[in-house]
Each structure stands twice: as C-alpha cells, then as structure tokens.
C-alpha cells in the first residue's frame, strides 16, 4: 500500500470518528448529596465546537508541510534557537504526563474532580489509545525528516500529543469546579512543546499538529467513554466490539476485543 492510501485511510478514520460520534452518548453529570459525582449516559449531538480549535491546529502542521511560506517559517524558527545555542534539557520526557499526574494526585488529596478513579482512568486510557492511533501511522506515512536529522519521524509531535491530551483531561475534569486549577496543566502542555523546539527534536508545525491531535483525542475520548465503560460494566445486554490499531517492531495490525 502506498503512502497516499495509507494517509487516505487515516483521514477517513479521523472522519469516522466525527460521524458516528453525532448523535451517540454523552457524558452528563449529577452530584447527589453526601456522594461523589454520579456518572450517567444521555443521548446527545456531539459539539463541533469544541473541535474547532483542534482542527485548526491540525490544519496548520498539515498545511506547514506543503505551503512554502510555513516551511520557512520552521526554518527561521529553528535558526533563532540555534543563535542562542539553548540547552537541551530532557524535561519534556516526563512533562508531556504532568497533568494527568496531578489530576490524579489531587484527587488523592481530596480534590474531587468530575469522575472516580476508575472512570477517569478509562477516559485518560482511551484519549492516549486514540491519539496513538493518529500519530504513529502518521509518522510512518508522512516521513518528515525530523530537525536534527536523526531519522524521519517528525510529523507530528508525539510527546506535544500525549501533553495536550493531559492538559485537555485536567481541564475537563476541573473545569466546572476549580477553573483555574483545571487550566494550569497547559502551561506543561506548552512547556512540552516548547522544549522539543528547543531540543531540536520538531518543526514548529509538528508541535501545533501534536497539539491539535492530543486535544482531540481527549475530547473523543470523553464523547466516546460511555460506550467504552460498557465493556467493563456489562450493562448492554449486546455484543460490543472494541478495534484497536497496533504498532510494533515497525509492523501494523488490528487488536480485537470482543464483549459478549
């Protein structure tokens, strides 16, 4: 198969994802006195708006790939950093998981955020499950050689993916009840990103792309949680059928599983 059908076959995935989200459950969510937040499913359209930022990030790293004036730009960009001689840190290794950490730390302290322990853990599973699922084909299909030269999977930024994907799960966790609170895991979304500039592992355009794809993958990771929390609850009295995409030792293929 060549790169072009592959690519094809990621966007139609990625296209999938919006039409069989529209009209599917959400999450709504009740507190009840003396008692955590109550988790139930209600039918409802998906809210493009929320994937409007999203898109457009996506939109930009695609475009810097083919439009002249961007390529420059990563260019120009990368020779300013390289002016000041920065040093490279590895930080943005351990950041890209900071929020989803303190999401999980302060509800050890007692900070209740939206969902219990294990509802959130299916939720955050699921977003790193779907940005995966975008990233690494695209790395293979793409081919971008990455700024250092070390080999030619630039596009996009995995580490800036799996950091907006936590930041995106903070901040829908705490949003309703301590927005502040909820908004400060972008500042090591961005941090992350910053630093694989820096680190002269990306092109601008592959971190705005890894942005993009990890706050959309968060996003329907939510939209998609309570058709997954079936398959470890078992209340649908059907069959339901997870497909998982699977990467490894540079060979693809399709994990199955199956609820009866």
Request: glycine share 6%.
């Given at each position: ?203 601008v355009s592959d971190v705005v792309a890894g942005a993009g794809f990890g706050i959309l993958s968060t996003e329907l990771a939510y939209c998609l949680y309570p058709k997954i929390n079936t398959l470890f609850t078992g209340k649908n009295k059907k069959t339901a059928t997870l497909i998982i995409p699977v990467y490894q030792n540079k060979n693809f293929g399709i994990g199955l599983v199956?609820?009866?």
């Amino acid at each position: 198969m060549t790169n072009r059908y592959l690519f094809s076959a990621v966007i139609f995935f990625f296209l999938s994802c919006f039409q069989k989200l529209n009209g599917q459950d959400s999450i709504n969510t009740i507190a009840e006195p003396n008692s955590a937040f109550v988790v139930k499913n209600s039918p409802r359209r998906l809210n493009y708006e929320k994937l409007i930022i999203p898109s457009l990030f996506i939109s930009y790293g695609v475009a810097g790939l083919r439009i002249d004036e961007l390529r420059e730009l990563d260019h120009s960009t990368r020779h300013e950093i390289w002016e000041h001689q920065p040093d490279h840190i590895r930080l943005d290794n351990y950041t890209q998981y900071a929020p989803a950490l303190m999401v999980y730390g302060l509800n050890a302290a007692g900070v209740k955020g939206k969902h219990n322990f294990k509802e959130r853990t299916i939720i955050y599973a699921a977003s790193q499950l779907i940005s995966t699922a975008f990233v690494v084909p695209l790395k293979h299909i793409v081919k971008e050689e990455r700024p250092d030269g070390s080999n030619k999977l630039s596009f996009p930024s995995g580490h800036t993916a799996t950091a907006f994907a936590s930041a995106q799960f903070m901040f829908r966790e705490y949003k309703d009840t301590h927005f502040w609170l909820s908004i400060s895991g972008y500042s090591f979304a961005l941090f992350t990103g910053v630093y694989r500039t820096l680190n002269d592992k990306h092109w601008v355009s592959d971190v705005v792309a890894g942005a993009g794809f990890g706050i959309l993958s968060t996003e329907l990771a939510y939209c998609l949680y309570p058709k997954i929390n079936t398959l470890f609850t078992g209340k649908n009295k059907k069959t339901a059928t997870l497909i998982i995409p699977v990467y490894q030792n540079k060979n693809f293929g399709i994990g199955l599983v199956k609820n009866f």
